[in-house]
Structures are given as structure tokens and as C-alpha cells.
T-cell receptor, first 112, second 114 residues
Framework: EDQVTQSPEALRLQEGESSSLNCSYTVSGLRGLFWYRQDPGKGPEFLFTLYSAGEEKEKERLKATLTKKESFLHITAPKPEDSATYLCAVQAVREYGNKLVFGAGTILRVKS | KAGVTQTPRYLIKTRGQQVTLSCSPI?????VSWYQQTPGQGLQFLFE???????NKGNFPGRFSGRQFSNSRSEMNVSTLELGDSALYLC?????????????FGEGSRLTVL
């Protein structure tokens, strides 16, 4: 069974204090690993897709990396507007279409 | 470009009733997926429709069903509601041509079962 475990469950940072979120996964044949951001009362918003170990993607203060067992979402000099729940999801090669397996998420709070 | 629209946004039902939720995808998107989100289980895949055909299904009981119309709009139905069905039901659309996992989610329909 495909599984995604995210840590920590919650993270509090001061504005400008860089940190990383972890996503460990178990999947029989990874088609892709995805990061989403979810604000309260909203649906998740797509951030990145990573396909193979060693791949990196960047967007503003966020950088996602991928190894064979885990992914990291690095947040550099975060701002209060980066506060959200960050979700990691995987899709197995055997899956057809858009069936994703999500982790429970990391709740990030950035204080000014 | 309009996003994914879900209706109703909030609804309250009692046990044993049934409910129908609606989803209008982004124009041009032919794939519609449904997910259930709860504090305990997180986001769980319900099913996906493409060109009016169910292409994938999650591990939910048969009380959960859906369909897609020729204009790509989708509905999901939950019959004989149970307390545990209280959740945020999210619809997501995609072009599906590239299978990138880039889903565009609506804001969800929050169902409370009393």
C-alpha cells in the first residue's frame, strides 16, 4: 500500500527563519511526487511536481527536492503569507489518471 | 479564467439521508476527481471521471457514487449518510493529457451529518 508521512505535523517560524518540511514515501514505482499548499477554507493549490531522485524545483522562497525515499520542501526566509498547510502526495506508476495519495500535511505558521 | 466551482459550499444532513454535490471544472478540463478531507484521515481519493467514464476508484463503500456529464460537469452522491461522512468534499479538475498530477481544486463542499 502506498504511504506518505509528513513531518513535523506543525511548525512555527519567525519571519526570516529558514527551515525544511519532510515527506517520506513508500510506493511501488513512483510516477511523481507533488507538493500542494492549502489555506484555511480553501482547496489545495498545486506547487511542484518531482519525477526522479535528484530533481529540484524552485518557486519564490520554496524549493522542493527529491530522493528515492523522501522529499524536502525548503522554505528560505519565510514571510507571514507563507503560513498554510503544506501537503505532499505521490502517484504510483501503476495508477491511471489522477489518483494521488496524500500525506496528512504540515501546518506552517510564520510570525512577524 | 474561472476556477473549479463546487456547490453547495455548506450543507447539513441527518443520518440516513442522501446528498448530491456538484462540481463544474475549469473550461476545457475533461478530468474531474473527487477527494474527501477529514482531520483524521486527511485527503482521500474517491473517484475520477474522464469523458463521462469512471477511470479510477478509491476504497470507499458503494454508498459513494458519481457521474460526469457531457459538458464535463460532475456530481457525486452519498446515500444513507453516516456520521463519519462528515467531511470536506473536494473536486479537482485537470487536462489530464500530461498526467502531471497538477490538479486544480475547488473550495469544497463541507458536509455535516447530524
Amino acid at each position: 500500500e502506498d504511504q506518505v508521512t509528513q513531518s513535523p505535523e506543525a511548525l512555527r517560524l519567525q519571519e526570516g527563519e529558514s527551515s525544511s518540511l519532510n515527506c517520506s514515501y513508500t510506493v511501488s514505482g513512483l510516477r511523481g511526487l507533488f507538493w500542494y499548499r492549502q489555506d484555511p477554507g480553501k482547496g489545495p493549490e498545486f506547487l511542484f511536481t518531482l519525477y526522479s531522485a535528484g530533481e529540484e524545483k524552485e518557486k519564490e522562497r520554496l524549493k522542493a527536492t527529491l530522493t528515492k525515499k523522501e522529499s524536502f520542501l525548503h522554505i528560505t526566509a519565510p514571510k507571514p503569507e507563507d503560513s498554510a498547510t503544506y501537503l505532499c502526495a505521490v502517484q504510483a506508476v501503476r495508477e491511471y489518471g489522477n489518483k494521488l495519495v496524500f500525506g496528512a500535511g504540515t501546518i506552517l505558521r510564520v510570525k512577524s | 479564467k474561472a476556477g473549479v466551482t463546487q456547490t453547495p459550499r455548506y450543507l447539513i444532513k441527518t443520518r440516513g439521508q442522501q446528498v448530491t454535490l456538484s462540481c463544474s471544472p475549469i473550461s476545457g478540463h475533461r478530468s474531474v476527481s473527487w477527494y474527501q478531507q477529514t482531520p483524521g484521515q486527511g485527503l482521500q481519493f474517491l473517484f475520477e471521471y474522464f469523458s463521462e467514464t469512471q477511470r479510477n476508484k478509491g476504497n470507499f463503500p458503494g454508498r459513494f457514487s458519481g457521474r460526469q456529464f457531457s459538458n464535463s460537469r460532475s456530481e457525486m452522491n452519498v446515500s444513507t449518510l453516516e456520521l463519519g461522512d462528515s467531511a470536506l468534499y473536494l473536486c479537482a479538475s485537470s487536462t489530464r493529457t500530461q498526467n502531471t498530477g497538477e490538479l486544480f481544486f475547488g473550495e469544497g463542499s463541507r458536509l455535516t451529518v447530524l
